[in-house]
């Protein structure tokens, strides 16, 4: 761990003899392929019909509702997953019991079940035939637990490694000098856990605030009631406004850069520990 | 008291959240019997559905194993104004919304996009499986980089260099230094890019057109299939995606401990 910053700053050799600029070549060419002219083609035509064409596309009102939702879900996600996720990393790297790598295990599955699946398991239990007779299907709480399902890892997988690697001894010492367990919590672990919790908690967002896989099914895609960003660039698609999509999906692009920015600034300012 | 509170807390939220609702899934897709299901995952349409997917995962996985391996040792073993950037650009799939990737890729290869012209000359991108294809790639982009980045900064240059020192040529010091170091962490993105790949729905369903029994994948098809009332169709061919899910979780436990070792 503590030789990555050294290893970065050494001289490259063998790449720097010709590999290296074939394979950053390689690599920029396939990279501006497959995201960046995309990217570069949606930017284009989101300002086809002008500044003021994007602004009216951008202002619409079924518009503006499906961004505010689409905002309002990730922040509650991102929130809720800032607990649920912290508390879940402490049960996996502090608590004992048996089952406890299946738990674990089990934590990997919102990153592999495809989203509509996700969906419709969610559809299952908790829509019109619920066995349990709760129908939550086409409201603002089902978009939020599809969004829950998703990020579940999240906050988990950021915030365990760095538990894993905490000192217990600074917990001890503090207890051996009479802190409570809230006090220990909330000047030793807290402030040692809070970069990775606010990067999980990023991620959390912004993913949450692009679903649609897991959102499409179990939102029933009322205009200004459920209907969320992703569903409604979808919709304006399929009915022809391909300009009003356009404008609207570079407002999340923008949304999602300004993420990433962010955790990268993150990364850079949180120097001890490796992001994954 | 408080620990056990926490530890039946943070159970009863991923019960609810998760065990239950995949549970279910499983029990619904059977409750008609297994010959019931085998039935619904057997017919023409979701037969084609499946092997489209395993296709379209089938081209972009190798494609994007082989580029991530390129990017991670750019990003890591060279030194280019811009570096910060191309790193956001990178992750950027990971936090992107599936359907602006798709609209993109429409916009592109689409009527008077840029490289529309592409469809008037018979290369046929949009509605096709080259569409589909390129809309994946751009999805799990990250997954192999994100991987192996890490690793190739920890085991560092020196052993490439001494290698190169002793007369190695480029490709014989990538085969037989670096590619042994790195392959737990390759293995570990494959199989995070296959599981990406195979369940991919927003980006694919904007530029795929969706025709039924042509460019329908397996998680359009439950879509189509749950909308026009056959839930215990959409029930069975989710359990056919959820058990792939679970073999990934499975891969990825077997593929991690050995990646541990590796490095120690």
Request: hydrophobic share 55%; proline share 4%; with cysteine.
């Amino acid at each position: 761990m503590a030789s990555s910053a050294a290893a970065v700053e050494q001289p490259a050799v063998v790449l720097h003899r010709g590999g290296g600029s074939l394979a950053r070549g390689v690599a920029l060419g396939y990279l501006s392929i497959v995201v960046l002219l995309p990217l570069a083609a949606l930017v284009w035509a989101s300002r086809a019909g002008g500044l003021g064409e994007f602004w009216d596309q951008v202002t619409r009102p079924e518009a503006v509702a499906a961004l505010k939702l689409s905002l309002g879900i990730g922040a509650a996600c991102a929130l809720i997953n800032a607990v649920t996720g912290t508390a879940m990393a402490w049960v996996l790297v502090r608590d004992r019991f048996r089952g406890k790598s299946i738990v674990d295990a089990m934590l990997d599955l919102p990153f592999a079940l495809p989203t509509i699946v996700a969906g419709l398991t969610l559809l299952a239990l908790y829509g019109p035939s619920s066995p349990f007779g709760i129908d939550i299907a086409f409201t603002r709480t089902a978009l939020l637990a599809a969004c829950l399902f998703v990020t579940l890892p999240f906050v988990v997988r950021a915030v365990q490694p760095v538990l894993l690697e905490l000192d217990e001894e600074m917990e001890e010492a503090a207890a051996s000098l009479g802190a409570g367990s809230f006090a220990i919590f909330r000047r030793i672990i807290f402030p040692n856990l809070f970069p990775a919790i606010l990067s999980g908690v990023a991620l959390s967002f912004a993913r949450a605030v692009g679903e649609f896989g897991a959102v499409v099914l179990i939102s029933g895609n009322l205009p200004f009631k459920t209907e969320v960003s992703s569903v409604y660039i979808f919709g304006q698609l399929q009915s022809g406004n391909g300009t009003g999509a356009a404008a609207v999906s570079v407002l999340l692009l923008l949304i999602s850069l300004g993420v990433l920015l962010g955790i990268g600034g993150l990364r850079r300012w949180r120097t001890r520990h490796d992001y994954v | 008291m408080s620990r056990y509170l926490l530890r039946f807390g943070v159970l009863g939220y991923l019960a609810l959240l998760l065990l239950l609702p995949v549970g279910l899934i499983f029990y619904r897709a059977f409750e008609h019997g297994i010959g019931h299901a085998w039935d619904a995952v057997t017919t023409p349409q979701a037969l084609h559905a499946l092997e489209l997917t395993l296709l379209v995962a089938a081209i972009a996985v190798p494609a994007n194993t082989v580029f991530g391996i390129i990017l991670a040792l750019a990003l890591v073993r060279t030194r280019f104004r811009g570096r910060g950037l191309v790193n956001a650009i990178v992750d950027l799939p990971l936090a992107l919304s599936p359907v602006v990737v798709g609209l993109a890729l429409f916009l592109l290869y689409g009527r008077g996009g840029w490289l529309g012209g592409l469809a008037d000359d018979g290369i046929r991108i949009l509605f096709a499986v080259p569409g589909m294809v390129l809309a994946t790639m751009f999805i799990t982009l990250p997954f192999v980089v994100r991987e192996v980045v890490p690793v190739l900064r920890e085991i560092g240059t020196e052993q490439e260099q001494a290698a190169e020192t002793l007369g190695a040529s480029p490709l014989q010091v990538f085969r037989r230094i670096t590619l042994p170091s790195i392959r737990w962490a390759v293995a570990y993105g494959v199989v995070l890019t296959t599981a990406r790949a195979i369940g991919e729905f927003g980006a694919v369903a904007v530029v795929s057109g969706r025709i039924v029994g042509k460019t329908e994948t397996l998680p359009l098809y439950i879509q189509g299939q749950y909308e026009s009332f056959d839930t215990s169709g959409a029930y069975a061919s989710s359990v056919v995606l959820a058990l792939i899910a679970i073999g990934t979780v499975v891969a990825l436990r077997a593929v991690h401990p050995r990646e541990e070792e590796s490095e120690s």
